[in-house]
């Protein structure tokens, strides 16, 4: 049974995700201040995931952060009220693995844990499977049985990770560049439009007919491998 550790001084989205963690068959230790939970660090760094809100009494989640980085690997999320590109970046640079800013979808907070820890359960690297294909998302390389077809560029894995993680989910181009390329960027919805084909190209037996990346007129796409 994974164990994760969080982090978080409100008291009802921190039993929120305490009780349907724990739904999901995890072992749950919940600390309501950083003070608290920088006294518990050898508890932090001996999880399998650390989910860390950033405005806490005492010591901030990005403290938290820090320390346990100095001691470990283990997989931290960042939550936080915070959601502009340069605090994502800072949680990001101190060591954080994932960022996920409030108010968030629990399914997709769901979602991002248990990528997580699949990261953590295949030694550090996360696995995307498309139809036959699978996607090392630290390597870049996309393989086929044993043999490797091709390695991707860091912005086509960054959007595979985007879908996977809204997987089934309709995303508008909007929300992809926003996600992406960031709201002060000039990229236009064509942008995303030649990665889909070039995905399309990569990863279906019919490029014409796609089972994996779909397009939803007048809207974006949806992903389902």
Same mark, same amino acid.
């Given at each position: 049974m994974n164990r994760i550790c969080i982090v978080e001084d409100e008291e009802s989205i921190g039993e929120l995700l305490k009780m349907n963690l724990e739904m999901e068959d995890f072992e749950v230790h919940l600390f309501n201040d950083g003070g608290r939970a920088m006294e518990e660090l050898d508890q932090l760094i001996s999880s399998d995931l650390l989910i860390l809100d950033v405005m806490l009494p005492e010591k901030s989640g990005l403290e938290i952060c820090e320390a346990v980085r100095q001691k470990s690997k283990v997989p931290i999320l960042i939550l936080s009220a915070k959601g502009s590109t340069s605090d994502r970046i800072q949680g990001l640079k101190l060591g954080a693995n994932d960022y996920l800013a409030k108010p $968030?979808?629990?399914?997709?907070?769901?979602?991002r844990v248990n990528n997580l820890l699949q990261k953590l359960e295949n030694g550090?690297?996360?696995i995307l499977k498309i139809g036959k294909k699978e996607v090392n998302l630290d390597t870049f390389d996309v393989v086929e049985g044993d043999k490797k077809v091709k390695t991707l560029s860091k912005r086509e894995v960054e959007l595979l990770e985007f879908f996977s993680e809204k997987e089934g989910q309709v995303v508008s181009r909007d929300e992809i560049l926003d996600r992406i390329w960031g @709201?002060?960027? $000039? @990229?236009t919805s064509r942008t995303i439009d030649n990665y889909i084909l070039s995905f399309r190209k990569l990863f279906e037996l019919d490029p014409k007919?796609?089972?994996?990346?779909?397009?939803?007129?007048?809207?974006?796409?949806? $992903?389902t491998p």
């Open positions: $968030f979808d629990l399914e997709e907070l769901l979602l550090g690297n996360q @709201t002060d960027s $000039f @990229t007919d796609p089972k994996y990346f779909h397009s939803i007129r007048s809207v974006g796409y949806k $992903f």
